[in-house]
């Protein structure tokens, strides 16, 4: 049932006028703005639209290199690992751009019953993954939303060996406030949901029919979620659909609003781009496609104006450009990704949502990742130690969540080594493990090799 909408207030007006004060390039402005980004408390919307508008190669080199400075001060050199699970692709609403919209009669439709969520999982485990985001079109089987619920109980049920799901993220439609209350009952981490485009009009033109077509419902479900007492909520936008200036303004507001209301603005923040999705004009052809060179723009702006939010980056992309977006910002990324329903245990069936531009199995990237210096992360500690919503911001904030998230990172890094690696990314690994402990600070070092240690030795779900 809908409740009344509760809607935070965009105000379209303010952010086209916030846009319309930097129409040129100011590298003095901008040389300005970064070295306030460099004190890592964010960044105010008039300050946006002048990184917006650079084009020098120089000045961007300068706000890339900021990005990256601030990154590595928050995050280090570790990088969140998760897969998407989705578990039906039933869906009665018609976005333009997505092969899941109802009129999509070509597609192969199946909603996974709770065995073969299960086998799905079994599939993700045995590449060594432990945390997922699980994924449904807006049309449930007849159990509705008790269908949802029960998938993320089949998830955290099932054991291959010792191991197990630790964290299950839900990328749903939006919920009212009792629905959503029975969301987090199955302990869910983070409630993602995208606006897709903040542009109410273009919103309109992009979800004609269904229960998405109303704008409203959407913009206020955070509201909703975290009045509910989900603490980590998700936010983003589509990026293709509207001028991304617009958005990115867009959704600083939403944050800010979100922080002013609940004391804790979102966890996370993902930056899809439009694919070409299964006879989907609009997926081929964006309205707004958005070059790689603004991408990075978006990606280095957002960590330098929301420093402590995670930022994900799915399998959408090309390897090369999730490089590039690693350096940049991004701290979470997908591996090993299936968009159709089943296509973990059988990639044969068709019915995916949209193309994938990273092919790269798990292993793969966990290697790759190693070999450029980056430390993939297992880890599912924090929500399980009840450190969500302000009680991590308020760790985040003052740079202590690192003693926790670095000993965590290179245990259950050396965790998928003992586990799920090929000889060659235990090598890659291995090498990282070392070479990492050896800089470590004195305090973190002792807890990580000792972790770590206990790892190899055979100890599993080491965490602090
Ligand atoms: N059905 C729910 C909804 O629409 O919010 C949740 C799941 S939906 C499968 C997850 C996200 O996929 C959407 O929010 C949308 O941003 C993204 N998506 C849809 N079509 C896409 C495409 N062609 N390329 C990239 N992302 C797409
Ligand atoms: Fe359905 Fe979500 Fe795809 Fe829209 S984006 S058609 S709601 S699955």
């Not at 930056?271 to 004009?281: H, K, L, N």
């Amino acid at each position: 049932m809908r409740g009344p909408s509760e809607t935070f207030p965009l105000d379209e007006a303010s952010i086209h006028s916030a846009l319309g004060t930097a129409p040129k390039e100011d590298p003095a402005r901008v040389r300005e703005i970064l070295a306030k980004a460099r004190e890592m408390k964010g960044l105010a919307d008039l300050d946006l639209p002048p990184l917006m508008a650079a084009q020098d190669p120089d000045l961007l080199r300068e706000i890339f290199d900021a990005a990256r400075w601030v990154k590595d001060q928050i995050y280090g050199n570790r990088i969140v690992m998760f897969a998407p699970l989705y578990v039906s692709n039933l869906c009665a609403n018609e976005c333009l751009y997505c092969a899941f919209r109802a009129s999509n009669r070509e597609l192969k439709r199946r909603a996974l019953s709770q065995a073969e969520i299960a086998a799905e999982v079994d599939c993700l485990l045995s590449q060594g993954h432990k945390r997922l985001v699980l994924v449904a079109g807006e049309a449930y089987p007849k159990e509705g939303l008790d269908y949802i619920l029960s998938a993320i109980r089949t998830v955290y049920a099932v054991r291959r060996g010792d191991e197990n799901i630790r964290r299950v993220n839900v990328n749903i439609a939006p919920l009212d406030v009792p629905d959503f209350r029975r969301l987090k009952e199955t302990e869910i981490g983070t409630y993602q949901l995208f606006q897709e485009t903040y542009h109410r009009e273009t919103y309109a033109r992009m979800h004609q029919r269904g229960l998405k077509a109303d704008f409203d419902w959407r913009l206020g479900c955070m509201d909703r979620a975290m009045q509910a007492g989900i603490d980590d909520v998700g936010i983003g936008a589509l990026f293709g659909l509207y001028d991304w200036r617009f958005e990115l303004l867009a959704i600083m507001h939403h944050a800010r609003h979100l922080e002013a209301r609940f004391g804790c603005g979102p966890h996370t923040i993902s930056v899809p781009r439009i694919e070409p999705a299964e006879g989907s004009a609009t997926s081929e052809h964006p309205p707004h496609a958005v070059r790689d060179e603004d991408f990075w723009k978006i990606i280095a702006i957002l960590r330098l104006a929301v420093p402590y939010t995670g930022l994900i980056l799915s399998t959408r992309e090309r390897p090369e450009a999730r490089r590039t977006a690693l350096q940049l910002g991004i701290s979470q990324i997908s591996a090993g990704s299936r968009t159709n329903p089943g296509g973990y245990e059988d990639d044969s069936e068709g019915g995916a949502q949209f193309s994938l531009g990273d092919h790269r199995s798990l292993d793969e990237v966990v290697r790759d990742l190693a070999e450029t210096g980056f430390i993939p992360s297992f880890c599912t500690s924090c929500y399980r130690m009840g450190r969500t919503g302000v009680d991590f911001m308020d760790l985040a904030k003052p740079g202590e969540i690192k003693a926790h998230c670095h000993p965590n990172a290179l245990s259950t890094l050396q965790e998928f080594v003992e586990d799920h690696a090929s000889p060659g990314t235990r090598r890659a690994a291995e090498q990282l493990i070392a070479s990492d402990l050896a800089q470590l600070d004195p305090r973190i070092r002792v807890q990580s090799e000792r972790m770590v240690a206990q790892v190899k030795e055979g100890a599993r779900d080491v965490f602090c």
